[in-house]
């Protein structure tokens, strides 16, 4: 069940989510407190769960990854065993930048970065064609990122 946040909450997880790097002194401003119930406000949202992490964005395109591709796998198995020992799998291949399970003709979505589509060709060739009970493979290509950073919204 979902956390009761109120708007001086939300408040704060906006303004977290547009900019992490604010100060407490700055994020205490934003949401009219001071800075000692800022800080007790913001460390109940961390040991909630509700800020699991602070993570800094990165340009895939600065760092030479000129390729985003969404790639949809279907499982030969879906055993329990088979389906945790692919899952355990993906985590170590830096290249997989998100995935999902998903429902629908497909068994799990990801999102993968590569230099070029040649070495995308490449690495869905020698890697995820070899994992384990891997059926069917779909790669679709990004031509651009619309909508490229994450924030949730708040429900009401």
Not at 16 to 30: D, M, S, V, Y
Not at 98 to 126: M, P, Q, T, W
Request: glycine residues 4%; hydrophobic residues 45%.
């Amino acid at each position: 069940m979902p956390i009761a946040l109120d708007r001086t909450d939300k408040a704060l997880l906006n303004a977290l989510q547009g900019n992490a790097r604010l100060t407490i002194a700055e994020l205490a401003e934003k949401v009219s407190l001071t800075t000692s119930p800022c800080w007790r406000r913001v460390k109940l949202l961390e040991d909630s769960g509700l800020i699991s992490g602070y993570q800094a964005v990165l340009s895939p395109k600065e760092l030479g990854y000129g390729v985003t591709a969404f790639v949809s796998l279907m499982m030969a198995s879906h055993t329990r065993e088979m389906a945790r020992n692919f899952e355990q799998r993906l985590l170590d291949i830096p290249e997989i930048i998100a995935c999902h399970n998903i429902s629908g003709r497909y068994d799990f979505l990801l999102e993968v970065v590569a230099k070029d589509l040649e070495s995308f060709g490449e690495f869905a060739r020698e890697v995820l064609q070899t994992l384990p009970a891997v059926k069917e493979i779909y790669s679709s290509f990004s031509f651009k990122s619309v909508k490229p950073y994450r924030v949730i919204p708040m429900l009401p």
